[in-house]
């Protein structure tokens, strides 16, 4: 899922101090099952800023509305009722729902309350760790299902580093080497052939924006129709 | 170096690191102590990711000085257009050797925040090198207008984990196209000797020429640094030992002994080409080192 973490309420607060009405808007997804940006935090996040703005003698007024997912318009269209008395919109959702909800009502600043860090596993209750950046041309399949784009620090696509350290990565002893873990898990497979062989500099497919229609939806797509 | 190693004497390399400013002198300082006592010097690329005076144009200063430069380049600071362009200018302007590296992480430097750039590694500018040299092309296959005819170099680390892989990563070096390697600085030498037994078993060092990596330890303190502190450094616990025998005054001594002692053995050492002293901050001290490991006079070749 896409993971994110708040921002410093320091920041959230400078974002806000020209406003006294704001609607924070969650989002129900992965950010909700992340625990940084459902329903829950936006009015965690609401009452702490209600609290430090009437401590400084200057209340702000925040509304809370959560949506099922800040990056689907039929969801979005749920506060196209709503939004019209608040200055400004927050959001909690990851950096595209931001984005779409930004998109939908053009007229009103929208605030990120969070930073979106990538897509990540969960290891633990609170505890993600990232696996994928969405470069588009996948190599898992003779990587062993580990990802050397986004585990290795230098994203080597020919690894080991001379760096490696005792299983670790030079950058931090915490964090394992992506090419030591390559190696053990292909060499368990006895499929080591796979990186024997010498690979090519990468055609990066991340350079441009990217869009993306599925096989069969062309038409759809090409008519460009809101909900 | 391509011509002491083709006519099959033993190469003796050095290595200079740019200084961190615009200080040309410094470095013809430093080229002075390597002169006629090297075969080419190395120069580093922004090492250990902190900036200093661009590895070319530290390189043209060597020429200038009549020592013959081997150009390193990292692939943390460049994306694949600013590589080929500077390996057209670097060949342009005099520049033969080049030595193929991935980088250190920024992490490690002055500007920790900096994004890595590591478009390709380098495995893949060996082959990019070749590329250009030996097809005329660019690494997107457009042609280009006389072609730089580098001697291609790479480092190989015979220690980092896992061990039984790394003799495989050198075979991958020599399969993208490498003429020479350096190695990172030996200490181990039981495990050196293993890995060139692979090495020669392979029959990898027909191929290629492999640089032994020498680096004289000036210090119990720095023995310690590096077994402890430098990813992928394997010091043995005799070396510290060793130089825990002596007193303080005699440590860099010691350490110097121990190097010309190594590089003896890498005279003889089957598959072995040369050696490649890593003298850090103590270019002063080759003079002394080449003398006393018996490698001068240099070749002369034309």
């Given at each position: 899922?896409?993971?994110?973490?708040?921002?410093?309420?320091?920041?959230?607060?400078?974002?806000?101090?020209?406003?006294?009405?704001?609607?924070?808007?969650?989002?129900?997804?992965?950010?909700?099952?992340?625990?940084?940006?459902?329903e829950k935090e936006v009015n965690i996040l609401n009452a702490e800023l209600e609290m430090a703005r009437k401590m400084e003698d200057n209340p702000i007024e925040m509304g809370a509305a959560s949506v099922e997912r800040q990056?689907?318009?039929?969801?979005?269209?749920?506060?196209?009722?709503?939004?019209?008395?608040?200055?400004?919109?927050?959001?909690?959702?990851?950096?595209?729902?931001?984005?779409?909800?930004?998109?939908?009502?053009?007229?009103?600043?929208?605030?990120?309350?969070?930073?979106?860090?990538?897509?990540?596993?969960?290891?633990?209750?609170?505890?993600?760790?990232?696996?994928?950046?969405?470069?588009?041309?996948?190599?898992?399949?003779?990587?062993?299902?580990?990802?050397?784009?986004?585990?290795?620090?230098?994203?080597?696509?020919?690894?080991?580093?001379?760096?490696?350290?005792?299983?670790?990565?030079?950058?931090?002893?915490?964090?394992?080497?992506?090419?030591?873990?390559?190696?053990?898990?292909?060499?368990?497979?006895?499929?080591?052939?796979?990186?024997?062989?010498?690979?090519?500099?990468?055609?990066?497919?991340?350079?441009?924006?990217?869009?993306?229609?599925?096989?069969?939806?062309?038409?759809?797509?090409?008519?460009?129709?809101?909900? | 170096?391509?011509?002491?190693?083709?006519?099959?004497?033993?190469?003796?390399?050095?290595?200079?690191?740019?200084?961190?400013?615009?200080?040309?002198e410094e470095v013809r300082k430093k080229a002075a102590f390597l002169k006629g006592n090297v075969d080419s010097v190395n120069i580093t690329d922004n090492q250990t990711a902190m900036v200093r005076m661009s590895s070319w144009?530290?390189?043209?200063?060597?020429?200038?000085e009549g020592l013959e430069p081997n150009y390193q380049m990292v692939c943390r600071d460049r994306n694949r257009l600013a590589m080929q362009s500077d390996i057209l200018g670097a060949y342009a302007l005099g520049i033969r050797?080049?030595?193929?590296?991935?980088?250190?992480?920024?992490?490690?430097?002055?500007?920790?925040?900096?994004?890595?750039?590591?478009?390709?590694?380098?495995?893949?500018?060996?082959?990019?090198?070749?590329?250009?040299?030996?097809?005329?092309?660019?690494?997107?296959?457009?042609?280009?207008?006389?072609?730089?005819?580098?001697?291609?170099?790479?480092?190989?680390?015979?220690?980092?984990?896992?061990?039984?892989?790394?003799?495989?990563?050198?075979?991958?070096?020599?399969?993208?196209?490498?003429?020479?390697?350096?190695?990172?600085?030996?200490?181990?030498?039981?495990?050196?000797?293993?890995?060139?037994?692979?090495?020669?078993?392979?029959?990898?060092?027909?191929?290629?020429?492999?640089?032994?990596?020498?680096?004289?330890?000036?210090?119990?303190?720095?023995?310690?640094?590096?077994?402890?502190?430098?990813?992928?450094?394997?010091?043995?616990?005799?070396?510290?030992?060793?130089?825990?025998?002596?007193?303080?005054?005699?440590?860099?001594?010691?350490?110097?002994?121990?190097?010309?002692?190594?590089?003896?053995?890498?005279?003889?050492?089957?598959?072995?080409?040369?050696?490649?002293?890593?003298?850090?901050?103590?270019?002063?001290?080759?003079?002394?080192?080449?003398?006393?490991?018996?490698?001068?006079?240099?070749?002369?070749?034309?």
């Amino acid at each position: 899922m896409i993971v994110a973490k708040r921002k410093p309420i320091e920041e959230i607060k400078e974002m806000v101090k020209g406003y006294q009405k704001v609607l924070n808007v969650g989002c129900g997804t992965c950010v909700s099952v992340c625990l940084v940006g459902g329903e829950k935090e936006v009015n965690i996040l609401n009452a702490e800023l209600e609290m430090a703005r009437k401590m400084e003698d200057n209340p702000i007024e925040m509304g809370a509305a959560s949506v099922e997912r800040q990056c689907d318009r039929e969801f979005l269209a749920e506060l196209d009722d709503k939004v019209g008395e608040y200055e400004a919109l927050m959001s909690m959702a990851c950096g595209v729902g931001i984005q779409f909800l930004a998109e939908r009502f053009p007229d009103k600043p929208v605030l990120p309350a969070v930073d979106t860090t990538g897509l990540a596993v969960n290891q633990d209750v609170g505890w993600y760790e990232e696996r994928c950046r969405s470069c588009g041309s996948c190599v898992l399949g003779w990587t062993g299902g580990i990802c050397p784009v986004t585990l290795c620090a230098k994203g080597l696509y020919n690894g080991p580093c001379g760096g490696t350290n005792n299983g670790s990565c030079e950058i931090d002893p915490e964090q394992p080497c992506a090419w030591f873990k390559i190696y053990e898990r292909l060499a368990g497979q006895g499929r080591l052939d796979l990186i024997k062989e010498f690979h090519p500099a990468n055609a990066w497919q991340d350079q441009v924006p990217r869009t993306l229609i599925q096989p069969g939806y062309e038409k759809a797509e090409a008519t460009g129709q809101k909900t | 170096m391509e011509k002491v190693l083709k006519k099959g004497h033993f190469a003796f390399t050095g290595e200079l690191g740019p200084p961190r400013g615009a200080n040309a002198e410094e470095v013809r300082k430093k080229a002075a102590f390597l002169k006629g006592n090297v075969d080419s010097v190395n120069i580093t690329d922004n090492q250990t990711a902190m900036v200093r005076m661009s590895s070319w144009a530290s390189c043209l200063l060597l020429i200038q000085e009549g020592l013959e430069p081997n150009y390193q380049m990292v692939c943390r600071d460049r994306n694949r257009l600013a590589m080929q362009s500077d390996i057209l200018g670097a060949y342009a302007l005099g520049i033969r050797n080049i030595l193929c590296l991935s980088g250190d992480h920024c992490k490690f430097g002055d500007h920790p925040q900096a994004k890595g750039v590591f478009d390709i590694d380098s495995m893949q500018l060996i082959a990019m090198v070749k590329k250009m040299r030996d097809e005329g092309q660019f690494l997107s296959g457009g042609e280009l207008d006389e072609a730089p005819k580098m001697f291609i170099g790479a480092a190989a680390n015979p220690f980092a984990d896992p061990f039984e892989w790394r003799v495989y990563r050198l075979a991958k070096k020599v399969s993208a196209g490498v003429d020479f390697i350096q190695t990172q600085c030996i200490y181990n030498m039981e495990k050196f000797r293993q890995y060139m037994k692979q090495a020669n078993d392979m029959g990898l060092t027909e191929k290629v020429f492999i640089l032994a990596g020498v680096t004289p330890m000036k210090s119990v303190g720095m023995a310690k640094y590096m077994k402890n502190k430098v990813p992928g450094m394997d010091v043995p616990d005799e070396i510290i030992k060793r130089l825990q025998g002596v007193e303080k005054k005699k440590q860099a001594e010691e350490g110097i002994k121990i190097a010309v002692e190594q590089i003896e053995e890498f005279k003889e050492m089957k598959g072995v080409a040369g050696v490649h002293l890593m003298a850090i901050e103590w270019e002063h001290k080759v003079p002394q080192i080449a003398e006393m490991a018996k490698v001068l006079p240099r070749p002369k070749l034309e």
